[in-house]
């Protein structure tokens, strides 16, 4: 869904300056199972994130159905209704439940990263001020940063707004911003979005709040984009 959103935005807004290759999904990878029918046997490991992910169903919607109030005490064995249509499973008889354990998150250690060639054809600044809790790698295609719900989410650079909204699953609140040389910036999970689609924007202005639509914790997902490939946002960013 997400790279037919960038396609329609790019054609939209940027006739004449070339097709860019789209963003695509920028949720991470999961080893949980797609179930086969209406229901889920959780294992140990799973996360309803991962579960929601798997089997193509919102968060939201998965901790509705299964009238969840504290998504971090999953039990091995639990069963989850996957849709409406399939009745609630009975209570289970076993023993006391033994909580699935939940992983902090820490923030990543600082890596010495090479500064890219091209990082000074376009005046960079750093989107939030939080710490990394997720690096750049081939299955994130950008960086973590931890905040507060409500912290600003700053413009990383000159640009237009070629996308504000919430269409695209897994990501929540997401902004794209397009740069000149062919560069393209991602604002993901935001609370609140406060641009719209054809904006002009400047390097450092307020365009969202960092929040936890479609993710485990309050933190924006940041990405760069050099005509259409993920590059490492750290080869970019200035030093801070």
Known sequence: MLAAVVA?????????????????DMSQGTTTEPAKGGTYI????????????????ELAEL????????????????VLRLDSSTPAPAAPVAGPATPVPVTPVKPVEPVST??????SLISWGWPASGK???SFNANTKGIDIEGNAGDPVHAAADGKVMYAGNGVRGLGNLILLGHSNGFIT?????????????????????????GQTDTT?????FEIRRRGTPVNPMSYLPAR
């Open 132 to 134: 990394i809790i997720q």
């Open 217 to 221: 914790s309050p933190r924006l997902h």
């Open 63 to 78: 901790i509705r159905l299964n009238n969840i109030t504290d998504p971090s005490q999953l039990r091995p064995n639990q």
């Open 8 to 24: 329609s935005a790019v054609l939209a807004g940027c006739a004449g300056r070339g097709t860019q290759a789209p963003v695509t």
């Open 186 to 210: 991602a604002y993901a999970h935001n609370q609140s979005l406060l641009v719209k689609t054809g904006d002009q924007i400047k390097k450092g202005a307020k365009i969202a709040a960092i």
């Open 114 to 119: 090479a500064r890219a060639n091209d990082a």
């Open 42 to 57: 959780v294992r140990p490991g799973d996360t309803l994130y991962k579960i929601a992910q798997a089997n193509n169903i």
